[in-house]
């Protein structure tokens, strides 16, 4: 039995944020994903690792797929028994193509269905501070495509309609030929003083917003250089009086984020919420060690020691990993007790409700050694160490000198990613960024491998004094420095920054 389907999902307007929950569902359990260039490539990072993504847009220097190759690719994939998610921006049905799609895969005899999207025709007005209905000002809201040519005769004939009709209009597509639609318009009764607002790249970060009069605002549009994506909001309710405040502290602001994927969110959604479009560009990933099976000894052994120490949070994860597998009973682990370095670490203990004896805050993981003494007797205590493969064994060389009996378990290591599943890379060469944001020198490192051109005010933030130390050897210097070494810390210090 043929088990596919397709889903027809609206992406939103860029803000990933305003996928719903049901695309989100369908990304999740994609198999594949076919995704439009108005769709935010951060919302890939919802599929599965091993999704097959496919770009139907148009590269640069590369042809874009017809819309024939396009319904044949879903059709093909469907039929192929795959889990189909077809990401488009905004509303699929809203001058997307979307109902060419569906029929393809309704004549195929496939199944299908359809996941709403906000669309741009709204979401962008409102983005800008626009209602686009409001009490006393209008009663009806038209969304319309300007790709009809003004100078033709049925062009002429439509915007002569639209410019008598009156209400608030939305125009998508057709930015290059205003000029001739809003001559068009007034032709058709509009009143020369009509308020227009254009918007491009509503709801990202660098979205930019142009007002004017029906009659003037073709020449405002080219004066600022304004290219698509944009729609043009025709109507009272885009007068400058009736803009709404709403701003958020970080918003305009495009941020983005290094950490590995497993890692990122907690900062990217921070950072988002504070109205920041963040992309992530995971530049490192955590591998299994070289010797894991060694490793899974020390695991199914852990018992035995008095204490564990952990080093990072990744070695939490890798460590409980192993033992969950190893064991069905949390309390195989015994009467052992936890030390942490670092507040991360010590909360991913606390997340899987294991209580935390003793916590170094401070990063470096020698100053650990001397609370453990502080607090106790380490004379031939069996301590295991857990740490990656690429940081020093100081501190189970400091723990021995000091009379315990210490072995080390090499949890994982940290390797460069390589994928660039999202294609962060690409959009940080072409669109740049006003922020690039580092949680550790091994990122930093990565980043500088990586070559790319840096975009001229591009700003560098640092997690810590060991990360900015790196960022000097490639000769940057971050303009922020986070005053307490964590995510909170880090999110603070860039919020102050801005506020500056
Ligand atoms: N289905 C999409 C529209 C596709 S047509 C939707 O519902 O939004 C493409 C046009 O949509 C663009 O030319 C532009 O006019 C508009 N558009 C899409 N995303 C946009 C954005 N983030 N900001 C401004 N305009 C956008």
Partial sequence: MNKGKCFLVGAGPGDPGML??????????????????????????????????????????????????????????????????????????????????????????????VVPGVSSALAGPASAGIAVTRRGLNEEVTVFTGHQDPES???????????ARGGTLVMLMGLERLGGIAREMQKGGTSPDLPVAVVRRATMGDQVVVRGVISKIAAIVVKEGLRPPAIVVFGEVAAADHKLPGARPLSGRRIVVTRSRTQASKLAAALRDLGADVYEMPLIKREPPKDLREFA?????????????????????????????????????????FAAVGLATAKSLKQRHYYVDLVAEDFHSDSLAETLRKETDVENVKILVVRPEETSGSLAVNLTKMGAIVDEAIAYRTVPETEDRTRARQ????????????TSSSTVRNFFALKLPLPPDLKFASIGPVTTKTLAEFKAKPSIEAKTHDINGLVESILLSERS
């Fill in 20 to 113: 719903t929950l049901r695309g989100r569902e369908a990304l999740e359990r994609a198999g594949v994903v076919v995704y439009d260039n108005l769709a935010n490539p951060e919302l890939l990072g919802f599929a599965p690792a091993e999704a097959e993504l496919i770009y139907a847009g148009k590269k640069p220097g590369d042809h874009a797929m017809t819309q024939g190759d396009i319904n044949r690719l879903l059709v093909e994939k469907t039929k192929a028994g795959h889990l189909v998610v077809r990401l488009k921006g905004g509303d699929p049905f809203v001058f997307g193509r979307g109902a060419e799609e569906a029929e393809a895969l309704a004549v195929a005899g496939l199944d299908f269905e």
């Fill in 153 to 163: 005769a049925e062009g002429r004939e439509f915007y002569r309609r639209l410019g």
């Fill in 297 to 337: 000894e020390l695991v199914q052994d852990a018992h035995s020691y008095e204490w564990i120490v952990f080093t990072s949070a990744n070695g939490v994860e890798a460590f409980f990993e192993i033992f969950d597998k190893l064991y069905n009973d949390a309390r195989e682990i015994g009467g052992v007790r």
């Fill in 427 to 438: 959009r940080f060469s072409e669109e740049g960024a006003d922020l690039i944001v580092f």
